[in-house]
């Protein structure tokens, strides 16, 4: 159980079950290990809390446009990032990577699909993350599992692993630096796709879809080139793209304190993100975090995974959504390959019996994760891809859209899932194994997965 914090003043009175962004309080918290100084706590809230917002209610309302129109299957969601973000990783070489391959991606899907697709990073604030356990035994001294940077560090000491409120503000500062740098990367021709070529990446070659690729960058310089013929000015969007940043809600401390409401709207919003999602293993209906995002207004999303009872999940989706809002839940399978079969279709027919418009997103990630015989942690792309293609083959046969795909990744050139063209094996893992927690594609099996998926969709959806 997490350590309470005291309700929120407020002027008025205060009206019995109203909502406000501490009354998860009195509910029952999961994921969330007790801070041992609750006045250190306190303070870092209310420090964090007077602190300016992230990120507007404007743009989470932009988004929850386009995700509305996911929904009705004009487009599609391309949600991707590391598993958790750490602090040394807010650098500029790997921000830049991290929205290369996320906009690399998101072009050989608009390229190859013809549809619109909403990018949405794991970035800017996924510093938490949830464990199977609570405690591990290092050199025999059991101490409390890392979390992420967000509440402990990685240090495997009992000391360093004891949750520190004073993260909370790293992790603001390290958030908004973040989306500084962003923003002016997305602002200022980072995207130009007048020079798509510049993006390449040299060991791309090596990859059998590697002409492919590169039939498609002439394509995008062709219809550029004739974009510029007929106009007299050149357009904003070849130059400027749309970035969104999503992380867990998983630190309710952390969330709540930088949600507030805005003049001239009504409800309150998280603005330390676009949206937020919830956990699969927070996601019990009279929990702390379903309490929590019940009053928000961003966009959420909602991780549904074994063992599940479809319809709790019903009664999740009602809670969060109840006006049945377009854009408003963005529902993240991730069974593994082993059990969608079995549990998807059941899933979709209750979802669209209760007539829920959702943006209906295959997590083949976390339901593939395996161990190798030497005890690493890591994934298998073809199990990755295999979930991939049985969820749109489930979605086509229940004659409903599968709008997006959520992707642990990164723009590096990690070696942590086994498998992709160049048949990354067992032994080369440890060659540049950097995750502090789950296994990421790299770069180049991101561009490979992206025109994957890009045919699986075409298969099911393009007349």
Same mark, same amino acid.
């Given at each position: 159980?997490?350590?309470?914090?005291?309700?929120?003043?407020?002027?008025?009175?205060?009206?019995?079950?109203?909502?406000?962004?501490?009354?998860?309080?009195?509910?029952?918290?999961?994921?969330?290990?007790?801070?041992?100084?609750?006045?250190?706590?306190?303070?870092?809230?209310?420090?964090?809390?007077?602190?300016?917002?992230?990120?507007?209610?404007?743009?989470?309302?932009?988004?929850?446009?386009?995700?509305?129109?996911?929904?009705?299957? &004009?487009?599609?969601?391309?949600?991707?990032?590391?598993?958790?973000?750490?602090?040394?990783?807010?650098?500029?070489?790997?921000?830049?990577?991290?929205?290369?391959?996320?906009?690399?991606?998101?072009?050989?899907? *608009?390229?190859?699909?013809?549809?619109?697709?909403?990018?949405?990073?794991?970035?800017?604030?996924?510093?938490?993350?949830?464990?199977?356990?609570?405690?591990?035994?290092?050199?025999?001294?059991?101490?409390?599992?890392?979390?992420?940077?967000?509440?402990?560090?990685?240090?495997?000491?009992?000391?360093?692993?004891?949750?520190?409120?004073?993260?909370?503000?790293?992790?603001?500062?390290?958030?908004?630096?973040?989306?500084?740098?962003?923003?002016?990367?997305?602002?200022?021709?980072?995207?130009?796709?007048?020079?798509?070529?510049?993006?390449?990446?040299?060991?791309?070659?090596?990859?059998?879809?590697?002409?492919?690729?590169?039939?498609?960058?002439?394509?995008?310089?062709?219809?550029?080139?004739?974009?510029?013929?007929?106009?007299?000015?050149?357009?904003?969007?070849?130059?400027?793209?749309?970035?969104?940043?999503?992380?867990?809600?998983?630190?309710?401390?952390?969330?709540?304190?930088?949600?507030?409401?805005?003049?001239?709207?009504?409800?309150?919003?998280?603005?330390?993100?676009?949206?937020?999602?919830?956990?699969?293993?927070?996601?019990?209906?009279?929990?702390?975090?379903?309490?929590?995002?019940?009053?928000? +207004?961003?966009?959420?999303?909602?991780?549904?995974?074994?063992?599940?009872?479809?319809?709790?999940?019903?009664?999740?989706?009602?809670?969060?959504?109840?006006?049945?809002?377009?854009?408003?839940?963005?529902?993240?399978?991730?069974?593994?390959?082993?059990?969608?079969?079995?549990?998807?279709?059941?899933? *979709?027919?209750?979802?669209?019996?209760?007539?829920?418009?959702?943006?209906?997103?295959?997590?083949?990630?976390?339901?593939?994760?395996?161990?190798?015989?030497?005890?690493? +942690?890591?994934?298998?792309?073809?199990?990755?891809?295999?979930?991939?293609?049985?969820?749109?083959?489930?979605?086509?046969?229940?004659? &409903?859209?599968?709008?997006?795909?959520?992707?642990?990744?990164?723009?590096?050139?990690?070696?942590?899932?086994?498998?992709?063209?160049?048949?990354?094996?067992?032994?080369?893992?440890?060659?540049?194994?950097?995750?502090?927690?789950?296994?990421?594609?790299?770069?180049?099996?991101?561009?490979?997965?992206?025109?994957?998926?890009?045919?699986?969709?075409?298969?099911?959806?393009?007349?």
């Amino acid at each position: 159980m997490a350590t309470k914090l005291t309700p929120l003043k407020r002027s008025g009175k205060l009206e019995k079950n109203e909502w406000h962004p501490l009354s998860w309080n009195d509910f029952e918290v999961n994921q969330l290990p007790p801070y041992p100084d609750t006045e250190k706590l306190q303070d870092v809230y209310e420090r964090l809390r007077a602190l300016p917002p992230l990120i507007t209610s404007w743009e989470i309302e932009a988004l929850k446009e386009k995700l509305a129109d996911v929904a009705s299957g &004009n487009g599609f969601l391309l949600q991707g990032g590391d598993c958790a973000e750490t602090f040394d990783g807010c650098n500029a070489p790997k921000i830049v990577n991290h929205l290369k391959i996320l906009l690399q991606m998101s072009f050989i899907m *608009i390229h190859e699909m013809g549809t619109p697709v909403v990018r949405i990073g794991r970035i800017a604030g996924q510093y938490a993350k949830p464990r199977s356990k609570d405690t591990e035994v290092v050199d025999g001294v059991e101490m409390l599992n890392y979390r992420g940077d967000l509440i402990n560090s990685f240090e495997p000491n009992a000391e360093a692993r004891q949750p520190d409120p004073e993260r909370m503000i790293t992790a603001y500062n390290k958030a908004a630096l973040t989306l500084n740098f962003l923003r002016a990367l997305s602002d200022e021709g980072f995207a130009d796709l007048q020079h798509p070529e510049q993006w390449e990446l040299d060991f791309m070659k090596n990859n059998s879809y590697y002409k492919e690729y590169e039939e498609m960058v002439r394509s995008i310089n062709k219809a550029v080139s004739f974009m510029d013929t007929i106009t007299p000015n050149q357009f904003n969007t070849l130059h400027k793209v749309d970035m969104y940043t999503s992380h867990e809600a998983l630190n309710l401390y952390y969330d709540s304190a930088q949600t507030k409401q805005v003049p001239r709207k009504s409800g309150w919003f998280n603005l330390s993100a676009h949206m937020v999602w919830l956990g699969n293993r927070t996601r019990g209906l009279d929990n702390a975090h379903v309490e929590y995002l019940s009053g928000i +207004k961003n966009p959420i999303g909602i991780k549904v995974g074994p063992p599940f009872d479809r319809d709790d999940i019903l009664r999740v989706i009602e809670r969060l959504n109840p006006t049945h809002e377009a854009g408003k839940i963005v529902l993240i399978t991730r069974f593994g390959v082993k059990e969608v079969e079995k549990d998807l279709p059941g899933l *979709i027919r209750a979802v669209n019996r209760e007539g829920f418009p959702v943006v209906w997103s295959c997590d083949p990630m976390h339901g593939n994760t395996f161990a190798t015989s030497n005890n690493v +942690k890591t994934r298998n792309f073809d199990d990755i891809l295999d979930e991939l293609r049985a969820t749109f083959n489930i979605h086509r046969a229940e004659a &409903n859209y599968l709008g997006g795909v959520h992707l642990e990744l990164t723009g590096d050139n990690v070696t942590e899932c086994v498998g992709g063209a160049n048949g990354l094996n067992e032994s080369g893992l440890g060659r540049n194994y950097e995750t502090y927690c789950d296994p990421r594609l790299n770069y180049e099996q991101g561009l490979e997965m992206a025109f994957l998926v890009a045919r699986e969709w075409n298969a099911s959806y393009k007349s």
